[in-house]
């Protein structure tokens, strides 16, 4: 097992780009992955990196075994798998991320519920607007709203989620309904955006007479939490762009009312991802499936 453990722990090395960060990743020490690096070195009698006071990059020979590394790691993994699916109760730890308000409203309740069937599995639940890499931070599964750009993951389509803009009767009353898209670019109207590392500019598509608009918008603020961009709307601050999952009790209350009603925003596509290997984890493929199951037997209509 250790040579497993120094291969796994060079794997992890290689995708952080950081000792540390791997280290924190595995729970070991920082001393602890060092020398397991050291120990597959001496053995390899090769140099898997370049190491410097501020970087560590792999090498020719590093680049080369990662690839055979990650190979051996998922035949390891999938064998001890179908052993546990077939001989005892699924068991480990699995880490599973979402965005703020699907994982607040749907993912995070039903963690408790597939524990209770499922005991022996540990649920590690990262939730942020910002899009994590799902690689680099070790995740077995994450639910996303939108199109992925990485197309070497696999992706589940759960659905297609109605999104609606709105803002409070204040804020109406005060600066007025728009007619149309053309009005939310101008001064007269705030929008109130996600803005996170590496978000896109800001562009709502819309379902206009003439097609699909991306519509550019902008405010006097933003956030990279999206309940406070819901509170703001609420306090009257401007006007939001949001699935109808997460403000549907704020429409049933009137404390926001929809805008633009003739010009729908384009449903976003909530998905699953998981990375591309030949067979996934059953643990895995037990979770999403759970999890997937509930979305849709509690997502608003």
Not at 51 to 76: C, D, M, S, W
Not at 105 to 111: D, E, S
Not at 229 to 238: F, N, V
Not at 278 to 300: C, E, G, S, T, W
Request: one cysteine or more; glycine letters at 6%.
């Amino acid at each position: 097992m250790a040579y497993l453990d120094n291969i796994r722990t060079f794997v992890r090395v290689y995708e952080l780009g950081n000792m540390s960060a791997a280290a924190r990743d595995l729970r070991i020490s920082a001393a602890v992955a060092s020398s397991r690096i050291s120990q597959l070195e001496e053995h390899l009698n090769v140099r898997l990196f370049q190491r410097t006071t501020r970087l560590l990059n792999p090498t020719e020979q590093g680049n080369l075994f990662y690839h055979g590394a990650t190979k051996i790691l998922e035949a390891v993994d999938e064998a001890e798998a179908e052993i546990t699916s077939v001989t005892q109760q699924p068991r480990g730890t699995l880490f599973l991320a979402a965005p703020l308000g699907l994982g607040q409203r749907l993912i995070a309740p039903a963690v408790p519920k597939f524990n209770a069937e499922y005991p022996m599995i540990d649920i590690r639940l990262r939730l942020s607007d910002r899009k994590p890499d799902l690689a680099a931070e070790g995740l077995d599964a994450m639910f996303f709203l939108g199109v992925p750009e990485d197309s070497n993951l696999r992706i589940r389509k759960i659905t297609d989620c109605p999104r609606i803009l709105c803002a409070s009767p204040d804020y109406i009353a005060r600066r007025g309904q728009p007619a149309r898209s053309e009005e939310l670019k101008t001064e007269n109207h705030d929008c109130l955006n996600l803005r996170y590392p590496g978000a896109p500019e800001f562009q709502w598509p819309l379902q206009t007479p003439d097609g699909v608009r991306r519509v550019p918008v902008s405010g006097p603020f933003e956030c990279d939490h999206g309940d406070v961009l819901t509170s703001w709307a609420l306090d009257g601050h401007g006007i939001i762009l949001k699935p109808v999952f997460e403000i549907s009790e704020h429409l049933a209350s009137g404390r926001l009312v929809p805008v633009l009603e003739d010009e729908p925003p384009v449903p976003i596509q909530l998905a699953c991802l998981y990375m591309h290997r030949r067979r996934q984890d059953p643990k895995a493929r037990l979770l999403i499936d759970f999890m997937v199951d509930h979305i849709l037997a509690n997502m608003p209509a």
